[in-house]
């Protein structure tokens, strides 16, 4: 049952109640936030988050000066998770300083959570094309000393390394590896500080993560694996198809064409047959009907306007949609993967769309798993039952990689 009104803040909701495992945010929690927002309204939905997510922050600063280091470590990283949640609303351009002031707690409150987490966490910088990506290095408790196989967890159209630890980083570390979290252009500090945008050749920008994970007297050279998820379902075979330095892959939604998925939905926007053909080219008249259809829903609004826009690098529909069609596989690439791969699909996610077809592009070691809406994980990225997609990837690796 739906705890907010509005779908669009139901669903970032949903991504702290889906980590609640991992000690994201409790149901009372989040039901006590929903009770503080106004339906539909952005700015109290901010708000409540924030102003929860300074509780929790104070709460851990009482901990840490008691010396109840367990504690405090869990109250920094609800927060710096609540933090996330309550600025997605304010996406897009021109940017919200409260967003930007938010993020530069959330990224303090992490690190605050990482100086206090029961295992070896390092920070890092990794040199990008004339300016640096943020990261952490975290080594899997009571194991930090030894070389060990290595996840590189990134993230997809809009989390930051914080969500992606909550989603994958502390289930790989339970489960022995090391992680690596990193953030890239279009992502984090790199978009909101810097301005730069996602782009579709993700090599480029893992290329350099592998050089500084590869650096790392403890990673194992020949066991490290590329886990992003969400949009990295895209990112994750691109990156394997030119990064052969991968021991094994995951694409978690697998995704070989994103932008077909919204030329494909061009003909809802009231274009015909003819002006579909011809996309992402778009006349005037097109670009005004589709602006006007996707202005009046709230979730395509977020989506594209506000998200894509921003991320991308777009100024309009037409250049969105110029830019997203770069975001497909073509068979020459597909071909060039070499490394085992694990395409998983959720049942009722969209972006789940053609991931068979991307698993029967691959020629190498494979495999496909789909997560069902009986088990309550057929959602994107599994997120309402993200301890399965976390046992079934990590036996997969546990399988896959060098004994």
Not at 91 to 105: I, S
Not at 139 to 162: L, Q
Not at 349 to 366: E, F, Q, R, T, V
Request: glycine share 8%.
């Amino acid at each position: 049952m739906p705890l907010f009104p509005d779908d669009l803040h139901d669903e970032f909701a949903g991504w702290a109640l889906g980590f609640a495992p991992y000690g994201g945010a409790d149901y009372g929690e989040v039901q006590a936030i929903a009770a503080q927002v106004k339906a539909g309204d952005d700015d109290s939905f901010f708000d409540a988050w924030r102003a929860f997510a300074q509780r929790r922050i104070e709460e851990g600063d009482r901990a840490a000066a008691a010396g109840h280091v367990a504690t405090a470590t869990d109250s920094y990283g609800r927060a710096a998770l609540m933090l996330g949640v309550a600025y997605h609303v304010l996406y897009g351009k021109p940017v919200d300083p409260r967003l930007v002031d938010a993020f530069h707690l959330q990224m303090d409150t992490f690190a605050k959570a990482m100086a206090h987490a029961p295992f070896a966490a390092e920070q890092l910088t990794i040199p990008y094309e004339g300016t640096t990506m943020p990261a952490w290095f975290l080594r899997a408790p009571a194991h930090h000393a030894e070389v060990r196989p290595t996840i590189i967890v990134g993230g997809g159209w809009d989390s930051t390394m914080v969500e992606n630890h909550f989603g994958i980083g502390l289930a790989a570390l339970a489960r022995g590896y090391h992680v690596l979290l990193h953030d890239g252009p279009g992502q984090g500090r790199l978009l909101i500080d810097e301005g730069l945008p996602l782009r579709y050749d993700w090599e480029q920008v893992v290329t350099p993560v592998v050089d500084a994970a590869l650096a790392i007297d403890v990673v194992r050279p020949d066991a490290l694996a590329y886990e992003p998820w969400s949009l990295g379902g895209y990112m994750a075979p691109r990156v394997a198809a030119f990064e052969h330095r991968l021991a094994a892959v995951i694409a978690d939604p697998g995704q070989l064409d994103v932008g077909g998925k919204f030329t494909a939905m061009a003909g809802m926007f009231g274009l015909d047959a003819a002006a579909v053909a011809r996309l992402p080219e778009l006349s005037p008249e097109d670009e005004a009907a589709m602006t006007k259809v996707i202005t009046a829903d709230r979730g395509l609004h977020w989506k594209i306007i506000q998200r894509g826009y921003w991320t991308n690098g777009a100024t309009d529909v037409s250049s969105f949609l110029a830019e997203m069609d770069k975001w497909k596989l073509d068979a020459d690439t597909v071909a060039q993967i070499r490394c085992p791969m694990l395409v998983t699909a959720a049942e009722s996610d969209i972006a789940s769309s053609n991931a068979k077809d991307l698993y029967d592009a691959l020629s190498g070691p494979k495999q496909f798993v789909t997560f069902t809406n009986g088990d309550g994980a057929g959602d994107h990225c599994e997120i309402y039952n993200r301890s399965l997609a976390n046992r079934t990837i990590l036996d997969w690796l546990d399988d896959t990689l060098p004994a």
